[in-house]
Each structure stands twice: as C-alpha cells, then as structure tokens.
C-alpha cells in the first residue's frame, strides 16, 4: 500500500512539475531516497545496488538467505 501510494504521488509529481524541476534538489532528495531504500530490499534496486550490498551486514534480518 505504501508503495503503491508513494510511487503515484512520486509520477503525479513528475507530471505536474516544469522541465526545469528535473534538476531541482527535491528530484536529487528523491532520487537519493528511492537509492537508499534499495538498503531494505524495496524499490526497484532489490538488493543490486552498492547500497544494499553494504548494509547486509547490519540489516540481516531484511534479508534471506539462500
């Protein structure tokens, strides 16, 4: 649910904004968020990302493993 809602406001955002919101740090802030969360497994990172990678260490039981 929470990932449904975040990623509609996310693209009613993107739709909204002027082209020149593309390079605004909202966008940067986002991106960074969206990047971070791949730490926990979500988004669309899974796990792939340097993020998660590193923090699976201190994160086990988000994970599981094979």
Same mark, same amino acid.
């Given at each position: 649910m929470l990932k449904s809602t975040a990623m509609t406001t996310?693209?009613?955002?993107?739709?909204?904004s002027p082209p020149a919101a593309i390079a605004s740090p909202w966008t940067e !802030?986002? =991106?960074?968020?969206?990047?971070?969360?791949?730490?926990?497994?979500r988004?669309?990172?899974?796990?792939?990302?340097?993020? !998660?990678? =590193?923090?699976?260490?201190t994160q086990r039981h988000h994970y599981r493993q094979r």
């Open positions: 996310i693209v009613l955002a993107m739709l909204l !802030g986002q =991106a960074e968020w969206f990047r971070h969360g791949a730490r926990h497994g988004w669309d990172c899974y796990g792939k990302c340097p993020e !998660g990678r =590193a923090h699976r260490d």
